[in-house]
């Protein structure tokens, strides 16, 4: 699997599994394995999933060496703060049974619709993740569904640029403006739900596009956003499709395609909308 290199040059593997809304032990487990018998190398987990300690106890026993893993996790809304991130962090290491991670994230921005001192309370959140990079603890950092408006006050006091911004993307819902401004910042863009939550499955002109090409519509949404240059993170529990979404390197999309899928932009989230999150 090809990677992506982050501005303080690591490493990452260009397709992640997504972990969301899988939290049966069993399922975890045989879904890991599966995966990483398929070459999947890079992990994507958050507090809030409910998944870390079966994340953890898979990985342990998988027979794959920690260094070749890439493993994510998120601080959740709750534990905004430095003292509280910190905490959270500690946990999330415990229940990953590992001694660091490789990518930490603020899952959301605290918004200027529910927090007078929004601002204030995503600094003081990104300066405690700035100390645990400092301290060797994590070899990234970045944020999750951060807009261009949570990312410019909060850039004014990093003593360290966000490495990464995980954001809703896919052909029905690009975030043109998210992304222009983290290219121009060097913050590599990953793509929650590339494929809508299974939207896309549903979009003709999508299905017509893969008939073209002869591969699935998964495959489509995952090939378009690395030739966007943004990093998916396909999400499924089924092997033949875990194969399906690594399995991309046989096709390219045409310029006259991708032109075409980038103006598809249908405009609306298959999830919420950072300022009207606070759950």
């Not at 600094?123 to 569904?145: C, F, M, P, Q, R």
Request: aromatic share 10%.
């Amino acid at each position: 699997m090809d990677n992506f290199i982050l501005t303080n040059n690591v490493s990452i593997p260009c397709i992640g599994l997504g972990t969301w809304e899988n939290r049966d032990e069993n399922t975890v487990t045989n879904t890991l394995l599966a995966a990483l018998n398929l070459g999947y190398r890079h992990i994507d987990t958050a507090s809030v999933y409910s998944n870390e300690m079966f994340i953890g106890k898979a990985l342990k026993n998988c027979g794959v060496d920690r260094k070749s893993l890439f493993i994510t996790s998120k601080v959740w809304n709750n534990n905004r703060g430095y003292s509280k991130t910190i905490k959270s962090f500690e946990k999330s290491l415990n229940d990953l049974q590992t001694d660091y991670l490789d990518l930490f994230l603020i899952h959301w921005p605290a918004s200027v619709t529910k927090y007078d001192n929004w601002a204030e309370l995503n600094a003081e959140t990104w300066h405690a993740l700035e100390d645990l990079y400092k301290s060797g603890k994590v070899k990234a950092i970045g944020v999750s569904n951060f807009w261009q408006h949570h990312l410019e006050p909060l850039l004014k006091v990093a003593n360290i640029c966000p490495m990464v911004n995980q954001i809703e993307y896919h052909p029905g819902y690009q975030q043109q403006n998210v992304v222009n401004f983290c290219k121009q910042n060097n913050i590599l863009v990953e793509a929650w739900s590339p494929l809508g939550r299974g939207k896309m499955f549903n979009i003709p002109e999508l299905i017509q596009i893969a008939e073209k090409y002869r591969v699935t519509v998964a495959q489509i949404c995952i090939k378009w956003c690395l030739q966007n240059g943004v990093l998916p993170l396909p999400k499924s529990t089924k092997p033949e499709r875990l194969q399906q979404n690594i399995d991309i390197d046989n096709f390219t999309i045409s310029d006259e395609d991708m032109n075409y899928l980038n103006s598809l932009d249908l405009g609306s989230s298959s999830g919420q909308y950072p300022d009207e999150v606070d759950f």
